[in-house]
């Protein structure tokens, strides 16, 4: 599962929405988000093009899992 979470493009940058994995700590473009931003800089804030990037490649890559075959029929 992922989720979105707001934190700066980079330390002193502007506020971004990043993509970060719920079982990792950083997200998917590297970063440690330490700074909290607040709720109104969140709302303006747009998004970070390289989470956008590796998400959308996440989401079209077939999945991880083995489906196990069947032998029906
Ligand atoms: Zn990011």
Known sequence: ??????????PG???VWHVMAKSEARTLCGRRLGQRVDGASAQRAGHCSTCMTL???LMTAPPAVNSPATTEG
């Open 1 to 10: 599962m992922y989720e979105m979470c707001a934190g700066l493009e980079e």
């Open 13 to 15: 940058g502007a506020p």
């Open 55 to 57: 998400f959308g490649k």
